[in-house]
T-cell receptor, first 114, second 112 residues
C-alpha cells in the first residue's frame, strides 16, 4: 500500500539554526500538508499546499516557516531560525482530492531544539 | 481550541467486546469527519470517515455514527482485538478546505 515517507525520523538542532524536514507524499496525491504535535498536546494544522502554492496556513505558520515542492516527489518544510518551542513531532500528509478525501500521514519527524 | 473534544482520555475493553469511542464538536461548519489510530512512534493511520450527508458508515469491524443535531460522533469497534490497542483521534474539517481539527485522543486498551 502506498505510504507517505518522512526523513529524518529524528532531528536535533541548536536554537537559531535552520532545519529542513523532508517528505515524499503518495505519488498520485495532489494536496500536501504539514501538521505538528507538541508533546502532550493536540495535533495541529500548519499548512496546506496545492498546485505549487500554499492553500491555507495557520497562525503557527509564521515567517519562520516555508514549504516547497522542489521536484515531482519531495515536499519540504523549512524552519529558518528554530526556537525551543518548535520542538515537536512534525507530520507530513497528503490527500488525493480536496473534498471528502482522507489525509494519509507519514510517521513524522521528531524535532528537538536545544 | 476546543472545537473537537474527546472527553475520555482512556478506555479499557475486554477482547471480543465492543469499544465505543466518542467525540463532540462545536463548529457547525464541519462537514467531514474522520477517525485515526495512532501507535507510538508512528503517524496517525486513517481508519474511517463520514460525510455530513450520512449518519452511519461501516467498514468491517469499524462503524462511525454521526449525530449532527447533537454535534456528536462515535466510533464502534466490534469485536475488539488486542491489536486495536492504540490512541484514537477524531478529526473534522470544513470541506471548503481540508484543514483538519483534531481531538485530544482516547487511549484504547483491549485486554486479552
Amino acid at each position: 500500500e502506498p505510504e507517505v515517507t518522512q526523513t529524518p525520523s529524528h532531528q536535533v538542532t541548536q536554537m537559531g539554526q535552520e532545519v529542513i524536514l523532508r517528505c515524499v507524499p503518495i505519488s498520485n496525491h495532489l494536496y500536501f500538508y504539514w501538521y505538528r504535535q507538541i508533546l502532550g498536546q493536540k495535533v495541529e494544522f500548519l499548512v496546506s499546499f496545492y498546485n505549487n502554492e500554499i492553500s491555507e496556513k495557520s497562525e503557527i505558520f509564521d515567517d519562520q516557516f516555508s514549504v516547497e515542492r522542489p521536484d515531482g516527489s519531495n515536499f519540504t518544510l523549512k524552519i529558518r531560525s528554530t526556537k525551543l518551542e518548535d520542538s515537536a513531532m512534525y507530520f507530513c500528509a497528503s490527500s488525493a482530492r480536496q473534498v471528502d478525501s482522507p489525509l494519509h500521514f507519514g510517521n513524522g519527524t521528531r524535532l528537538t531544539v536545544t | 481550541d476546543q472545537q473537537v473534544k474527546q472527553n475520555s482520555p482512556s478506555l479499557s475493553v475486554q477482547e471480543g467486546r465492543i469499544s465505543i469511542l466518542n467525540c463532540d464538536y462545536t463548529n457547525s461548519m464541519f462537514d467531514y469527519f474522520l477517525w485515526y489510530k495512532k501507535y507510538p512512534a508512528e503517524g496517525p493511520t486513517f481508519l474511517i470517515s463520514i460525510s455530513s450527508i450520512k449518519d452511519k458508515n461501516e467498514d468491517g469491524r469499524f462503524t462511525v455514527f454521526l449525530n449532527k443535531s447533537a454535534k456528536h460522533l462515535s466510533l464502534h469497534i466490534v469485536p475488539s482485538q488486542p491489536g486495536d490497542s492504540a490512541v484514537y483521534f477524531c478529526a473534522a474539517c470544513n470541506n471548503a478546505g481540508n484543514m483538519l481539527t483534531f481531538g485530544g485522543g482516547t487511549r484504547l486498551m483491549v485486554k486479552p
